[in-house]
């Protein structure tokens, strides 16, 4: 895996990716948890991490802002 750098220019792609997993990070933190929304939203961000090297670089990111933890297992 290579380090992800939130300032370095990005594709359109990724800024769609990024902006995807915010809105997911953003609605999990409002959800309440353990709701079926929760767990809809956690198994999104699950797949994310495990399906993309750049989803799961970015994901790593908000983890070690503890803004959010994702499962590791399916």
Same mark, same amino acid.
């Given at each position: $895996?290579? #380090?992800? %750098?939130? #300032?370095?220019?990005?594709?359109a792609?990724? /800024?769609? =990716?990024e %902006?995807? /997993?915010?809105d997911?990070?953003?609605?999990?933190?409002?959800?309440?948890?353990?709701s079926?929304?929760?767990?809809? /939203? @956690?198994?999104? =961000?699950?797949?994310?991490?495990?399906?993309?090297? +750049?989803?799961?670089?970015? /994901? @790593?990111?908000?983890? $070690?802002?503890?803004? +959010?933890?994702?499962?590791?297992?399916?």
């Amino acid at each position: $895996m290579t #380090d992800y %750098d939130p #300032d370095a220019p990005k594709s359109a792609e990724e /800024i769609e =990716l990024e %902006d995807t /997993i915010a809105d997911l990070v953003y609605r999990l933190n409002h959800a309440r948890e353990g709701s079926a929304e929760y767990k809809f /939203i @956690e198994r999104q =961000l699950t797949g994310v991490f495990h399906g993309s090297e +750049l989803g799961g670089l970015i /994901i @790593e990111e908000y983890e $070690m802002r503890a803004e +959010l933890a994702v499962p590791r297992r399916r």
